[in-house]
């Protein structure tokens, strides 16, 4: 189902994860819950994966993880704010050690010229810190956008976590 390069990250970050007695929880709009399926693929995933919130809509931002709706009419859905808002709301939510966060224009549609098509924001929070990263893919199509955000995302919570990418 998820190419070998991301079941590889998806592997490592539960192996940390177990080793270290944590878990992850996943708050994902663009990628529709793509991130939760790749860390749950892996053998043995329940020990490190708390679980998901698809918050695709930005009533389920608000309603599911607390992201304060003056903040998303401030930035708008797709911005680091709310990226980072999504990361620590989902954080305090689950109780879970770490939480990685997208919010982001899949396409076809729905860019602007300051949003384009593509545009992706990514915030990894754990106890002590909320890193944030903005990737602009381009319109490579949408499924290639949501694949190379699984991919941005997961790479990123192995960052967070102090360990190398295989």
Known sequence: MFHTSIIRLAETINHTL???RQMIVTAESCTGGLIA???TDVPGSS???FGGYVTYANEAKAGM???DRDLIRAHGAV???????MAE???KASGAAIAI????IAGPGGGTEGKPVGLV??????????IHVEKRFGDLGRQVVREETVKTALGLVLDGLGVARP
Not at 79 to 85: C, I
Not at 101 to 104: C, F, I
Request: charged content about 15%; cysteine-free; aromatic content about 6%.
């Open 37 to 39: 399926g790749a860390l």
């Open 65 to 67: 993880i607390g992201v």
């Open 89 to 91: 709301g989902a954080l």
């Open 121 to 130: 924001h990514f915030a990894y929070a754990d106890a002590s810190k909320t």
């Open 47 to 49: 020990e490190a994966v």
């Open 79 to 85: 911005s680091e704010q709310v990226a980072r808002a």
């Open 101 to 104: 966060a997208v919010t982001g």
């Open 18 to 20: 177990i080793g270290r």
